[in-house]
DNA sequence: GCCAACGTTGGC
DNA sequence: GCCAACGTTGGC
């Protein structure tokens, strides 16, 4: 994928062990968990490798997963490696005109090696990184459902329920941890909106649609 | 495009 | 380890 936007090492979440200990949770019955992922639904080419840095819900509803790499966070970095495969993410839109919550993805598998970070032509390439000595993980979504309708920033800000998100507090974290409870009060103000055909972020005003007739 | 918030880097 | 300088995120 991309989306530097998606974002922050701990030996006690690291690798196999950790795995292990997730899996034993699961077969015991552990409680789905939830969290939201931040990503870009609109062109932006990175300066360097002039990749388009874009990855809306959209793009993750055509394709059957995608990793969730390009996080450069380690706190960001440590959601992930805390994620299990059911793991439930609201999918949230950045760097629009009207940013906010715009659907569901699902955690489909736990966190692994970040393959952008060994590839040269990646706008997420790190030198330092090495096979032997990974310096970021990511895990695979995929997509679940689109909402009817965005639930934006503005409204999540200003809803006293809400002032505990790790969204509203740390504005700048791309991976953040989602209580069960905001999920579900999330879940509801979703259904409280009337239905919308598209709630993707629209165009600014002030760039021309070069494909226009 | 501006800029506040905050993360990272590197000199000392 | 401190902290100034710098870079990035992302709302507005």
Redesign the pocket.
Known sequence: MS??????KNKRNKGPSRRHTRDEEHLSGSETRYWLI?S?PHSRIDGRTGRDLKFSLEDLSLVDSEPWD?V????AKRNMLDMSPGDVCLF????????GIVGLAEVVCYAHPDESQFDRASPYFAS?STRSNPHWWCVDVKFKRRFRAKV???SL?ADKNLQHMV?V??????VTPVTSSEYSYIIELEKSLPDTDDIDCQPRL?VSKTHEV
């Open positions: 989306s530097g936007r998606k974002v922050r931040k870009e390009g450069r966070n380690h706190e949230y839109h950045s760097n629009c005109p009207t940013p330092k934006t920033l503005r800000k969204l507090r740390r504005s700048r974290l791309s002030n």
